[in-house]
């Protein structure tokens, strides 16, 4: 059971350039989860989806883009890279019972020059 | 809005002495709270949530709703027990949001 991956696990972009972080989990869960993580500013939530087809909003939205076309797959789009996008980049996912725990995926890390 | 605070971004103890982790939260409604926990170089965790009133690796936390907190405790601290802390709230609308995290240190 691989639970939740994430690709790549580092990369260097440049101002402007655009990329995709993608994400996977195979547990069926309905919930799933954009975090960044800064020195000193714990987890900002980015994005979030509640079920296939279903995003919203989360702390620190602007920069970013999902989709959420399948159950198993959350990818995160970065369309004009800026350096305030360095970061760690979280994903996780969770069933739809009250109270189950989330699920983290090992990372991104992500530098932009 | 659902807000996550936690004050101290880093905590130092002597192995052996009691640690307690302060989170407090801002939410209009019923909240979900929870505990998570990052070692080095492995993946964010549960430890802790708050509807099973579980002890897990010692670690105990209580709802205190007039409070609006739900501090992480544990009597004895031991080395291992070195750690990011997260607490984490859970509202209505699915969003799951986390503190910025407190750095525990435990020395020998």
């Known amino acids: 059971n691989a639970g939740v991956t994430q690709t790549p696990k580092f990369r260097i972009l440049k101002i402007g350039q655009s990329m995709t972080l993608q994400c996977t989990q195979d547990?069926?869960?309905?919930?799933m989860y954009w975090y960044r993580q800064d020195p000193g500013m714990g987890l900002k939530l980015i994005y979030y989806?509640?079920?296939?087809?279903?995003?919203d909003k989360g702390e620190v939205p602007n920069g970013y883009n999902v989709s959420r076309s399948t159950t198993e797959d959350f990818p995160l789009r970065l369309e004009l890279a800026a350096p305030s996008q360095t970061s760690v980049y979280f994903c996780?996912?969770?069933?739809?019972?009250?109270?189950?725990?989330?699920?983290f995926g090992q990372g991104t890390r992500l530098t932009v020059v | 809005a659902q807000r996550v605070t936690q004050p101290e971004k880093l905590l130092s103890v002597f192995k052996g002495a009691p640690v307690e982790l302060k989170c407090n939260y801002s939410?209009?409604?019923?909240?979900?709270l929870f505990w998570y926990v990052q070692y080095s170089r492995q993946r964010l965790q549960l430890l802790l949530r708050?509807?099973s009133r579980e002890s897990i690796k010692g670690f105990t936390a209580d709802l205190n709703k007039g409070e609006t907190s739900f501090h992480l405790k544990k009597p004895f601290a031991q080395e291992e027990d070195s750690a990011m802390y997260y607490c984490?709230?859970?509202?209505?609308?699915?969003?799951?949001?986390f503190g910025k995290g407190t750095k525990l240190t435990v020395n020998p």
């Open positions: 939410y209009s409604g019923s909240p979900e």
């Open positions: 989806s509640v079920g296939a087809g279903i995003t």
């Open positions: 708050h509807i």
């Open positions: 984490a709230l859970r509202g209505g609308s699915e969003k799951l949001v």
């Open positions: 996780a996912s969770r069933n739809a019972n009250k109270q189950d725990e989330a699920f």
């Open positions: 547990m069926n869960h309905n919930y």
